[in-house]
């Protein structure tokens, strides 16, 4: 995940809707001083809103093709990971967060608007960030539940705009042109998750 830069990121290292109520951070309220309501893109996520200084308001995929997936891995824990996204000075976003415990679902970018996650600013525009909780160098934050959850939220995001179940279009944050992190590392298991991908979507 790591912090980002909208030019680059840096490291700490490493179809149906559901409403869900969005707050103002520290208020609990939309800027009327009522509870706003947001529509999230995937069935099921919790909507955990990303400060405004963290990704730019865009209309893809209209304004830019969304073409990619980036897997990315926190090495910060789930609820840390959501604060940072609040903080307006850390800069950086995606736009979710999978918890390794349950695989339970945050969204707190919107899949229209650029969350800044990738450190390429090509590869924001035209991508999907999906951060997972969890260090690089521990296997075990891994777990079948996570693997099951995002894999079907991939299959979903790719469903959508017609990306292609391979590892050109569903890609690590290290395989990204520039990019100094190491996620999700060499614990990461390719070939079970785009097999549960892939399975997804059949």
Not at 30 to 41: F, H, N, Q
Not at 128 to 146: K, R, S, V, Y
Not at 150 to 160: D, E, G, I, M, Y
Request: glycine share 8%.
């Amino acid at each position: 995940m790591p912090l980002h830069l909208p030019s680059r990121r840096t490291i700490l290292c490493g179809a149906g809707v559901t409403l869900a109520t969005a707050a103002t951070p520290g208020t609990g309220l939309a800027a009327s001083g009522t509870p706003a309501r947001v529509t999230v893109d995937y069935p099921g996520a919790q909507w955990s809103p990303a400060s405004p200084d963290n990704y730019r308001t865009a209309r893809r995929p209209g304004s830019d093709p969304v073409d990619r997936v980036v897997i990315h891995v926190t090495h910060e824990h789930f609820d840390d990971v959501l604060s940072i996204f609040r903080n307006p000075d850390r800069k950086t976003s995606a736009h979710y967060v999978v918890r390794s415990a349950d695989g339970h679902i945050c969204q707190c970018v919107r899949e229209k608007d650029i969350a800044w996650h990738a450190g390429n600013p090509d590869y924001d525009n035209r991508s999907i960030g999906i951060d997972h909780e969890g260090w690089t160098n521990g296997p075990t934050w891994f777990t079948q539940e996570m693997y099951a959850s995002s894999a079907a939220l991939t299959a979903a995001v790719c469903a959508r705009y017609g990306i292609p179940l391979d590892r050109t279009h569903i890609l690590g944050h290290n395989e990204v042109p520039g990019a100094i992190c190491t996620d999700p590392g060499a614990n990461w298991d390719w070939d079970h998750y785009l097999e549960l991908v892939r399975n997804a979507r059949s």
